[in-house]
């Protein structure tokens, strides 16, 4: 066997190794979909925001909705048991407008909406009316663009049932602005759904 033909073996031997080393790699990983975490974070927290159980939802807000830690979160919207009337507060952590109550009607705010539902539970004199409210549907994940106040994330559609007793049931229907922050989703706004969810989330 000549110089020049042993050349040509080694060369051939190499390239093969070469391919043999490259099929061998393991694929490149693609990032995981979030859709089903962010899914959950928005049906976790609109529950949990619901039942006012604030323990569970404060630490699924942002930092720009908790303003201040988990505990003044919670300390906010804890319900005082021996205040009659107390004040409602905002599930997205603005103050709400004081009530305006029409006797045909639920209680509704001064912008047309109602205040926060919660499950029916026994009533002490002068506590206020509260909903019936179903289970919380959390879908339609889709990417929503970064507002002046906003970061992107995800908007996701919630919706549930409402009724007021001796009124018919309704649907509540709410977008959620679910954001990534030091690696967890959170939720970082929330605006009632008239049109579609990017519509909803794109002011605020």
Known sequence: MNRHTTALIVASGLLLTGCTQTDDQAPEQKPADPTAAVLKVARDYQTAALARDWRTACPLRSARMLHGSVEDCIKANTLDDDDP???????????????????????????????HPQATRSRTPGEAERADTGPVVASDAVTVPATPKHPAGYGVLITY????????????????????????WVVDQLEDVETDVSTALSGG
């Open 85 to 115: 009337s107390p004040t409602p507060t905002a599930e997205d952590g603005e103050p709400d407008p004081s009530p305006t109550v029409d006797i045909a009607e639920p209680p509704r705010y001064a912008d047309g909406s109602t205040p």
């Open 161 to 184: 049932t409402v009724q007021w007793p001796g009124k018919p049931a309704t649907t509540a229907r709410r977008a959620l602005r679910v954001v990534q922050e030091s690696g967890t």
